[in-house]
């Protein structure tokens, strides 16, 4: 953390002046929780793939792409702020900081140390561990938030949506995505919801060892499934994340990114997915303008500003 950082930060309770004796600073990072909790399985993850999902790393241009096109955002922001809420390891904090913005990257779980890693050395990126429900911001404080891949994975997902627009200043740009709920009859196809119950409950050192040993034992036979019209359907039935086809990719990052995301889908505590109607519900309860939302890389992409 740069000490001119200190400046973003707020008390989350009364939203007051923050000191340093008031809060961890932890491998140069603020803390505002403890790592022991419900995201464990998120910061076990993202510090064993720490690189797995950087283009720098794979060779493409996978994240960079996604960033862009969800966001619709220009790719030079400078003096302006983005706060982006649920940071994983980073693949995305890499690409707000490169638009010149202040990118604050906020993640519940110690998936913080592997973005500090990464992007912590960088003068524009401020990256924090905290709750979703209790942010160290000031409110109305952000010209840009983005916030993906997280809302479907907390305990109340409309209520942690509704927590978002508070921090943006009038005018300020709000991008989501989430997963998307299927009809009762397709939603019962998606094997993971089947073994969920069970492997959510597991020490997440166990499941990752589980899950990669998995991954790595029907690997070979997954690569022939791919070839297949739906094989990469009956594999992900059979719960190896395949992204062949869809990315292009080296087999060797195929196989990381399938070990990473299988174990995505079993691990989380929650897994709530939602409908398009939802969704526009929710922008619409925030009173939110300027709305957007449709299916998109994550299940359902949406975009408003207040």
């Known amino acids: 953390m740069f000490k001119d950082h200190l400046k973003y930060l707020v008390c989350p309770k009364c939203r007051t002046k923050l000191f340093k004796s008031e809060f961890e600073i932890v491998r140069h990072i603020p ?10 399985g998120f910061g ?5 793939h720490a690189r797995t999902q950087y283009d720098s790393y794979s060779g493409s241009n996978v994240s960079e792409k996604r960033f862009f096109e969800e966001t619709k955002w220009p790719k030079e922001l400078p003096g302006e702020i983005i706060l982006e809420v649920g940071s994983g390891s980073g693949r995305f904090t890499e690409h707000a900081a490169s638009t010149r913005a202040m990118v604050i ?24 561990q905290a709750d979703i429900y209790n942010m160290p911001f000031q409110y109305g404080s952000f010209d840009k938030l983005f916030c993906f891949g997280v809302l479907q994975h907390t305990p ?11 921090y943006l200043k009038t005018g300020g740009s709000l991008v989501i995505d989430v997963y998307v709920k299927k009809h009762f009859s397709r939603q019962l196809l998606n094997s993971k919801y089947w073994i969920r119950p069970f492997t959510k409950r597991l020490n ?7 899950t990669s040993k998995y991954v790595n034992f029907m690997w070979p036979l997954a690569r022939l499934f791919n070839k297949l019209s739906y094989g990469r359907n009956l594999n992900w039935f059979l719960m190896i994340a395949d992204y062949g086809g869809k990315f292009t990719l ?13 174990f995505d889908m079993l691990s989380p505590a929650y897994d709530y997915p939602q409908t398009l109607e939802t969704v526009n519900q929710w922008f619409h309860d925030a009173h939110m303008t300027f709305v957007e939302v449709h299916y998109g890389y994550n299940g359902i992409e949406a975009r408003g500003r207040k």
């Open 44 to 48: 076990l993850e993202w510090n064993k």
């Open 250 to 262: 080296p087999d060797n990052i195929l196989r990381e990114w399938a070990i990473l995301d299988t």
């Open 31 to 40: 803390r505002f929780v403890s790592s022991d909790n419900y995201a464990g």
């Open 156 to 166: 109340l997902p409309g209520k942690s949506f509704m927590e978002l627009p508070q």
């Open 204 to 210: 997440p050192e166990i499941l990752y060892d589980i």
């Open 105 to 128: 990257s906020l993640d519940y779980s110690y998936a913080v140390d592997a973005n500090f890693a990464s992007n912590g050395a960088k003068s524009n990126v401020l990256i924090v």
